[in-house]
């Protein structure tokens, strides 16, 4: 375990010496019709094989879910940690989805959530690389939401230019000091909700940053 640290902190150290560009703003925006100009805009960097981030979806989104998109707005960013060894697949699949005009990320990311322990270290030690990309295809395949064809899928993990888009949004991560996930900001401003805020607790803390 402190190795993986150790090699993350190093990497991280690298990624934010140089940040490519992106060409259009990092993440994924929940809800259609989210809104770019809310007063209250919460960005979330996740690593879809986290069992944390998992647990911190369900009371956010029903937040979310309450308020109108114009006035609260989500931003999921990836953050794939290297000692969940499946985490940055998971993090190229949600790219690929969400190229896909009928497709949504974060019904991706709930499938994985969903499928966590079958894609964790222990359940894929003896599994290549290929028959690990090959289970997220199924996956996608058969995902509500999601919709994808698993040779596509399959085909999409392949392409290089999937693998920068994850890569960059990795690097942007590292650049504002991210290091664990779930890891939240609220407009721009760093923030700890701790492990079990309820949807109560996030409400009630929307509700402050719109009152500062």
């Known amino acids: 375990m402190m190795r993986a640290v150790l090699v993350l902190s190093a990497l991280a150290a690298a990624a934010a010496q140089e940040v490519p560009i992106p060409s259009a703003p990092d993440g994924f925006r929940y809800n ?6 809310a007063p209250v805009q919460i960005e979330g960097y996740f690593d879809l094989m986290c069992p944390d981030t998992r647990a911190a979806w369900p009371a956010l989104k029903s937040a979310l879910d309450s ?7 989500f ?4 953050f794939p940690l290297p000692y969940h060894h499946n985490s940055y697949l998971a993090a190229e699949g949600a790219t690929i989805v969400g190229l896909t005009a009928s497709s949504s ?10 499928a966590q322990e079958q894609f964790g270290n222990g359940a894929t030690a003896g599994m290549s690389m290929t028959e690990v990309i090959a289970a997220f295809g199924k996956l996608a395949s058969q995902s509500a939401g999601v919709n994808i064809p698993a040779a596509t899928f399959i085909n999409d993990m392949n392409q ?3 693998d920068a888009r994850t890569r960059i949004s990795w690097k942007l ?8 996930t779930p890891t939240f900001f609220a407009n721009g401003a760093r923030f700890s909700p ?8 996030w ?10």
């Open 160 to 162: 290089v230019s999937n």
């Open 173 to 180: 991560g590292c650049a504002r000091g991210v290091s664990g």
């Open 194 to 201: 701790g492990g079990s805020w309820s949807a109560s607790d």
């Open 32 to 37: 259609v019709t989210n809104n770019r100009t």
């Open 75 to 78: 931003t999921m960013h990836l």
């Open 67 to 73: 308020f109108d998109p114009a006035s609260v707005a």
């Open 203 to 212: 409400t009630a803390f929307f509700r402050q940053v719109m009152g500062n």
């Open 105 to 114: 990320p974060f019904a991706w990311m709930e499938a994985v959530f969903a």
